[in-house]
């Protein structure tokens, strides 16, 4: 057991004992027997003993380990856990804690230990890291407090509709990713402030209460339009904003709505845009949206370069309308170009955003760097000539319209593409 499991347990285990002695100071208090502690450490190759008996009124089930260990170790295989829970969960059972640790623990809970009439005297249920997936409607007709906090639902190609009740009081964060076959989410939950969402744009969203919501994640198609379009009149209290597009068939629409509370704003614009052409300058729409914005964060890598280079086009550059900024303090494009919209939206960034402290600029990269300590080669892998000549472009751009701009309060941070691509432009000149 490594120094950090060690710890994990002891802090599970004291938790554990100040809950067990509330738990027996209620039932002493009501005339009851203490409850009995049943304690299962499954990384150890234990001689495990059998429990004695019905009749219990709690299984304290502590379950220390992950997947790949019990397989690893035959004594303790990974079926031991459903049969002590098979011995431990019966008719006139209470309080069940199953915790898992460390963290990148697997376990399917075995649902149908709750069926007939198991499930029916169970007060307080508790699991930590552990799949809960019932197929049936459940009994668990004593249960007097739900406290489930998270739920992530990713890659279920059978769910239709998701629809999360109002009773889950205390469910904060909702995650739904890869649902092929999902139509539906219809969210009644009203204390979820962070939601996160990848798959189509056919899916209908509904999600309750938004003025909860803190945090927002989109990963669908015309996601960037429809955040700037909806979300400021539909989820005001935004904090932090992330949004994931492979295709907008519109720019971003210059409007009188805002995110009062805005502060951090992600957008990834990475696919294969309806609109080639996609007018980057039309993101400025979010810095007049937000006055209350810190960070800023621009992916627009693309395979095929198909905006109209600054070279091609080198007349004046558009401006948007006098608008200062005092918040926003940092700006990073990562996959810049020599597209002359966004050499239009960073010059803009420089002249309006009086606050701006830092502005990093990174040219088309390797997916696997030379700095990657994982990196046994030491080298970069290939890029495509295409994409390697054009962040070639993307820096010669910044050096002749961008840099002469940037104030002496602003540090300009310039992402060259590795030199350990310079054998392959050398290679294709000589060819």
């Not at 059972?93 to 697997?106: M, Q, Y």
């Not at 249960?143 to 639902?153: A, Y």
């Not at 960073?346 to 030379?370: F, G, M």
């Not at 390697?388 to 751009?397: S, W």
Request: proline residues 6%.
């Amino acid at each position: 057991m490594g120094l950090l499991d060690l710890m994990r347990v002891m802090s599970i285990q004291r938790q554990q004992d100040q809950e067990r002695r509330r738990r027996q100071a209620q039932t002493q208090a009501c005339g009851k027997h203490p409850p009995l502690l049943i304690s299962f450490l499954a990384h150890l190759p234990l001689c495990m003993p059998k429990p004695s008996g019905s009749g219990l009124s709690q299984a304290d089930l502590s379950l220390i380990g992950n997947k790949k260990d019990l397989i690893a170790a035959p004594d303790v295989p990974l079926s031991l856990f459903s049969w002590w829970l098979q011995k431990a969960v019966t008719p006139g059972i209470e309080e069940l804690t199953l915790i898992l640790v460390p963290f990148s623990a697997k376990y399917n809970f075995p649902c149908s230990l709750l069926l007939n009439g198991s499930g029916d005297s169970i007060r307080y249920l508790h699991l930590t890291r552990c799949s809960f997936r019932p197929t049936v409607t459940l009994g668990l007709r004593s249960l007097m407090r739900l406290h489930l906090c998270l739920l992530e639902l990713r890659n279920c190609d059978r769910i239709v509709c998701l629809k999360v009740p109002r009773l889950l009081q205390r469910l904060n964060y909702l995650e739904v990713r890869g649902c092929g076959k999902l139509k539906v989410i219809d969210n009644e939950a009203p204390n979820v402030s962070s939601f996160t969402f990848g798959g189509d744009s056919t899916v209908q969203i509904s999600l309750g209460e938004t003025l909860q919501k803190k945090s927002l994640t989109m990963d669908r198609y015309g996601s960037v339009f429809y955040a700037r379009a909806e979300l400021p009149s539909s989820m005001p209290n935004l904090e932090a904003l992330t949004i994931h597009s492979k295709s907008e068939r519109a720019y971003a629409p210059m409007l009188c709505s805002k995110f009062l509370f805005l502060r951090h704003l992600s957008i990834a614009l990475t696919g294969a845009p309806v609109y080639s052409t996609y007018d980057y300058l039309s993101l400025a729409s979010f810095f007049y949206a937000a006055p209350s914005l810190e960070t800023f964060n621009l992916n627009v890598w693309q395979r095929y370069m198909k905006n109209v280079s600054i070279f091609a086009d080198p007349a004046d550059l558009r401006q948007m309308q006098e608008l200062q900024h005092h918040n926003l303090r940092s700006v990073s494009i990562t996959g810049f170009s020599s597209a002359k919209s966004l050499v239009e939206l960073t010059c803009h960034v420089l002249k309006s955003i009086i606050s701006l402290e830092c502005l990093t600029l990174e040219a088309p990269q390797s997916c696997v760097r030379c700095s990657d300590p994982a990196n046994k080669s030491g080298k970069c892998s290939p890029l495509a000539l295409d994409i390697l000549m054009e962040g070639h472009r993307a820096v010669m751009a910044i050096r002749k319209y961008i840099e002469p701009r940037v104030p002496s309060t602003v540090k300009l941070h310039v992402l060259e593409p590795c030199s350990c691509h310079d054998v392959e432009l050398q290679m294709s000149c000589l060819s």
